[in-house]
């Protein structure tokens, strides 16, 4: 006997496994190795190694342009951040890619000293 969910429970029960299979089952031992804002691109000089598997050749193909973040790449790919930050952390293990911590946020500068450098400008050029 059928049910009307089954086809719904089929979806779903797809959905689970699809990113197990992707990982190979694997879990990020360094879980804070890759935060979602870590920067990633392909290296200068890859290996020459065996095809990849598809998951894997696309986030080469999109890194080549330039660096792009952990998060960025999830939503580009569509994969959960945790299936990507695996993919990324097999990649730079193999030399594919190139990963580093994000810019540091600048730290603010007193208003005072914003004043006196724009107070030098406009004595300067008006």
Not at 72 to 89: D, F, M, N, Q, R
Request: glycine share 8%; net charge negative.
């Amino acid at each position: 006997m059928t049910n009307d969910d089954e086809p719904e429970l089929v979806h779903e029960a797809a959905e689970l496994v699809r990113p197990y299979v992707i990982t190979n089952g694997r879990d990020l031992v360094n879980d804070s190795a890759f935060s979602l804002l870590t920067l990633v691109t392909v290296a200068q000089e890859p290996p020459r190694t065996t095809p990849l598997d598809p998951e894997k050749q696309r986030l080469l193909e999109l890194c080549a342009g330039g660096f792009l973040s952990i998060a960025e790449i999830a939503g580009h790919t569509g994969l959960p951040v945790g299936v990507v930050k695996i993919l990324v952390s097999d990649l730079t293990e193999e030399g594919h890619l190139y990963a580093r911590a994000p810019i540091p946020s600048a730290q603010l500068v007193e208003r005072q000293i914003l004043e006196e450098v724009l107070n030098g400008l406009q004595a300067r050029f008006g």
